[in-house]
């Protein structure tokens, strides 16, 4: 199984950024972002079932998206960024959930850094 995860960087407050994150090497159910800031515990940002039901973190609502693209053999999941905050600086880590043993995968992080 490999998931990477692209499209951190750094952006002004009220900017966009879009991470994308692929999947591949099984079959996955619920795919989602989690971010960690420094000194702060890990945090589920946004989560989207096989079906396409969405979960947002409250910080979060109206503001960031998540999707996923079911392709053949790589599962694509983006998260589109709208209105950044600064408090929404931290490490983003993509997972996925292995459809069977419901065992989560996680990507190796990318950051995104709010800052003027």
């Known amino acids: 199984v490999q998931l990477q995860a692209s499209g951190g960087g750094l952006v002004q407050p009220g900017g966009s950024l879009r991470l994308s994150c692929a999947a591949s090497?099984?079959?996955?159910?619920?795919m989602g972002w989690y971010r960690q800031a420094p000194g702060n515990e890990r945090e589920l940002v946004a989560r989207i079932s096989s079906g396409g039901t969405t979960t947002y973190a409250d910080s979060v609502k109206g503001r960031f998206t998540i999707s996923r693209d079911n392709a053949k053999n790589t599962v694509m999941v983006s998260l589109q960024m709208n209105s950044l905050k600064p408090e929404d600086t931290a490490v983003y880590y993509c997972?996925?959930?292995?459809?069977?043993?419901?065992?989560?995968?996680w990507g190796q992080g990318t950051l995104v850094t709010v800052s003027s």
């Open positions: 090497g099984s079959v996955f159910s619920s």
């Open positions: 997972t996925a959930r292995h459809i069977y043993s419901n065992y989560n995968y």
